[in-house]
C-alpha cells in the first residue's frame, strides 16, 4: 500500500512523496489540465504546540512546586493548572538524562552511559547516540512541527565538537531546524560559548548580558516569527538554559533578593523542605526525613567565620533558581499573548539529576580549582571563599555552593547528582500543563515515571505512531511508555513496573514498588573504589503495590528509602539483584566502568607534535594540543605596518588560560591561573613595523619535571620571515622588569623574576574554553581583553600555532578522572 502524508499510518520518515499519476495535457491552458493542490507536511488535526523545559542541576527539594523554599512563581502558576508527578526519575547526570529524554530510549541504549568526555569503546558508553535512536525533534519535524533548541546541549561527542565537525550529532542534524546555544556541560553565564546552527556567536563583553535571559528573548523571537510566518503549523520547544548548574552566576539586581533568607542553614532547611513537603502532599504525611549525610557537618559546627560565606553561596542559588524560572515565564507568557496557550503542551522538568555536590566542602570560588584537583590545605581554601565572598554570583566569579547545600536541595531523599542508586540523585519535580486535557483532580500524580517516558507521551499527544524507519535507517523499539492517560486519570494503574540505574557504579532496580540499591562511589571521591563484589545492597519499600492475594503489604510504605529492610527480606533482595544484572544486561550497561584508566580515552590527538591555526580561527578546547605541564612554543607570522596592539593567539579564558599579544607595540604574553593569580612577559623592545611579514614566537619552558602545575619561565622572540636558501635564527626581544599592563590586581608579575611563571593549570583551563586566532571574545583573560573595545590585531595574523617540544608530566588517573567527572 503506497504511504501518504494523508495516511493516518506514519511509521516511514520522512514520509515518502506520493508521484502525481493523473493525466497530462499538451497544453496547460486546456481546461483538462488540473492538478492537486500541493499540500504542506502537517501533523495529524489538533496536534498541539509542544514546549519542553529543562533546568540544569536542580534538586527536588529545591523549588517551591514542590517543597522548596526557593520561589519559582511560573513553576507554581502552571502547577496550579496542570499536574505536579511526584515520582519522576532522572539518571542521576547530564548527558544521560539529556540523551534518554530526547532519543526515548535508556541512556545505555544510545551509547551515552555517562557524560560525553568520559567517553569509551563500550557500547553503552560510546557517548554517540546512534541513528537507530531518532529523536523527537528528527520525529516531529518529519511529521510537519517547526522544531528548535535553546540552551545547553551535551550530547555531542568531544571529538565533534571542533570547527571541522563532523556535526552528525549536533542540534541541527538530530532534528532541530533552529539551534541557539552551547555545546559543554556547562558555560559561564556572562561569556558564554555561543552557536547558532554550527557557528559561533560572538557575545557582548559589557552591559547586562545574561545568557538565560539572551536565550529567553531568543525563544520569543522564534515563536513570534513562527507563529507570524506559518500560524496553522505547531512547533516543538526544547528550552534547556545552562542555569542552575555552576557557575552559579546572575545579573546585578538578582544579588541580594534572598539576603538574609538562608541564615538558619542547612539542617534547618532540610526541615523546613520537609514539613512543607507533606503539607502540599508532594510527599505523604508519614514520609521520614532521611539523615544528613555522614560526611557533611552539622550547621551549628560550623566555625562563625564560615557561616557568612556559606550562607551567601546558597543565597546566591536561590536567586540563580528564581531568575531561571523568571526567564522561563517569559516565554510562557508569549504563548498567552499569542492566543496558543490553550494549545501547547507544556512539559516543565526542574532539575536533569539532583543538586549538585561537586562544590566541595565549603563551595568554591572557582570550579576549576577543583576540576584541576588542586589540593589546598583548608584553612587556604576558606580564606579563598572569604576574601571572595563579596564577588561570587558576578562575572568576577566561577563559584558554586558547598556539599551541605546539595542535600538540602534534594530533601527529603538521600546523595545527590552523580548517585543514581538513590532518589536524591534520579527523584526531579515534572509539572504538566495543558488546558482542556487534563483532569487535575488533586493535581498530583504518584505514578512512577522516567525520562524516557517523556518522547512518547508527545507523540501520543501529537496523534503520531512510533517510526519505524528514519532516513532509511530502522529504528530500534523506543524504551520508554507514554503516561498521556495519568492527565486524565489520576489514580491510572502504575505503567512502568520496573526500572534501572547506574552511574559509575552506583546501581539500583525499581520494580513494582520495591527499590535496591547500592553505593559504589561517593561524587567527592576520587581516588579509587571498593570491588563490585564487596558493595553492601539495600532494600526498601517504596510505594504500595496491589498484591495478587489482595494481602496488605507487611511494611508501611518507605517513600524517603529512609528504613533498609534487606536483613528481613534477603530472598526478595537477592531477586531484585538478579533482576537488576538481567536488566542491565539488556540495556548495554555491562561492563560497569570505574577503573579510572579505562575512563581515560579522550578526543584523538592532532597529528604531531604541532597544529596551526588560521586568521579567525576558533576551536574548542578538546580539539586544542595539548600543552599542560610541559614545554612548548607558539609562534606566529604577523605584519605591522604601524604601531601594533592586540590579540595574536588566546586559549581559555578569565578563570584561567594563556595569551600572546601585542599591546603598545610590545608582545606580550599573559598566564591566567585559575582566575586567582596573573603572570605577564613582556618584551623590551619593540616589534618592527614594515609591510613585509616577520615570525614572532613565545617559548615556554616548563621546570616542573615530573610534577603538574608547578610552572615555568617565558622567552620572547622575533626573526625575519625565511626566504628560499636562507635561514634566519630568531632573536631574542628581552623582557622588561615592571611590564605595561595597568592596573590588574591579580598580577603577580612583579613579586617573581621577568618571564617566571610559578603556577599553571594541571588539566583544565574551563569546561567551555576555546582558542582564538587574531582577535579574543568571551571571558577576558586579563583587563587587556576586556571591555567593548576591539582587541583584533590591528595588522594581519597570516597563521599561528602551537609546537609541543617537551615531554609531558605524568598526570595521574586520580586527577584526570577528577577533572573529566567535574564536567557535567
Known sequence: MPLDRDLPKREILPIPDRPYVGPVMYNAADPASVFPPIEPIRPPPNAPNVLLILIDDVGFGAAEPFGGLIRTPTATRLAENGLKFTRFHTTALCSPTRAALLTGRNPHSVGMGCITELYTGAPGYSSMIPNTAASIAKILRYNGYSTAHFGKCHEVPVWETGPSGPFDHWPIYMGFEKFYGFVAGETNQFYPTLYDGTTYIETPHDGDYHLTTDLANQTIKWIEQQKAMAPDKPFFIYFAPGATHAPHQIPDDWLDKYNGQFDFGWDELRMRIWQTQRSLGVIPPDAELTDRNQYIPPWAEVSDDMKRPLRREMELYASFLEQTDYEVGRVIDT?????????????????????????????????????????????????????????????????HYAIGWAQAMCTPYQWTKQVASYF?????????????????????????????????????????????????????????????????????PEFRTTQYFEMFGNRGIYHEGWTAVTLHSKPWDWQSNPNYEGDKWELYYTYPWPSPDGKKPPYAVDWTQAVNLADKEPERLAQLKNLFEITAARYNVFPLNDEKTERLEQPPPPVGAKQRYVDGSFVSDPCVINNFNRSFRITAEITTEKEANGAILARGNDFGGFGLYVKNGKLTYVYNYLGLKRYYAQARDPLPQRAKSYEVRMEFTYTGGDLMGLGGTVKLLVRETKEPGVVYEFDDLGLVASPDIGEDPLDETRENEPGHIVETNPIIFNVDAFLMVGKKTGGPLCPDFAGSGDNR???????????LTGEPAEVSPEHKLHALEAIQ
Open 793 to 803: 590585531f590591528t595588522g594581519k595574523v597570516h597563521w599561528a600555532e602551537i609546537e
Open 335 to 399: 504563548l498567552r499573548d499569542l492566543g496558543i496557550m490553550d494549545n501547547t503542551l507544556i512539559i516543565y522538568i526542574l532539575g536533569d539529576n539532583g543538586a549538585s555536590a561537586e562544590g566541595t566542602f565549603v563551595g568554591t570560588f572557582n570550579e576549576m580549582i577543583g576540576f584541576n584537583n588542586i589540593q589546598m590545605p583548608p584553612e587556604e581554601q576558606e580564606n579563598i571563599i572569604k576574601e571572595n565572598i563579596d564577588r561570587f554570583g558576578t562575572k568576577e566569579a566561577y563559584n
Open 424 to 492: 536524591g540523585g534520579t527523584r526531579n519535580g515534572m509539572i504538566v500543563h495543558w488546558p482542556g486535557h487534563v483532569d487535575r483532580g488533586t493535581g498530583l500524580r504518584h505514578q512512577f515515571t522516567y525520562v524516557i517516558d517523556v518522547l512518547p507521551t508527545i507523540l501520543e499527544a501529537a496523534g503520531l505512531p512510533e517510526p519505524l524507519s528514519v532516513d532509511g535507517v530502522l529504528q530500534m523499539p523506543i524504551e520508554g511508555t507514554s503516561f498521556l492517560r495519568t492527565f486524565t486519570d489520576q489514580d491510572a
